[in-house]
Nanobody, 124 residues
Framework: QVQLVESGGGSVQAGGSLRLSCAAS????????VGWFRKAPGKQREGVAA????????YYADSMKGRFTASQDNAKTTVYLQMNSLKPEDTAMYYC?????????????????WGQGTQVTVSS
């Protein structure tokens, strides 16, 4: 069983930055891909980015490229999502999730483990 705990959410003005953290209780082959998702009121949950912890390869939704960066610490226990140039439409609950391999990383149904979420609010 893998436990994930997100932190780092908060309120920021448009154009600001936040760094989200996802602390994983363990690193196994079944959890070597950590994805970031977000869910805004009235919208479907969408994939934001993912990081393959073994290969240290990152993947992004087209709308996030250039603004968001996924990374990890050297111990591979924490995955980060650096969010820059935030916009009001980035307001959502952000979740991290883990699965084996990053193929089809944006499909939330493929993830076995989920964190509780952290709220990001961007004001104009």
């Amino acid at each position: 069983q893998v436990q994930l705990v997100e932190s780092g959410g908060g309120s920021v003005q448009a154009g600001g930055s936040l760094r989200l953290s996802c602390a994983a209780s363990t690193y196994t082959g079944s959890s070597n891909c950590v994805g970031w998702f977000r869910k805004a009121p009235g919208k479907q949950r969408e994939g934001v980015a993912a990081l393959h912890r073994g290969a240290n390869s990152a993947y992004y939704a087209d709308s996030m490229k250039g603004r968001f960066t996924a990374s990890q610490d050297n111990a591979k226990t924490t995955v980060y999502l650096q969010m820059n140039s935030l916009k009001p439409e980035d307001t959502a609950m952000y979740y991290c999730a883990a699965k084996s391999g990053c193929l089809r990383w944006s499909r939330d149904t493929e993830y076995s483990y989920w964190g509780q979420g952290t709220q990001v609010t961007v004001s104009s």
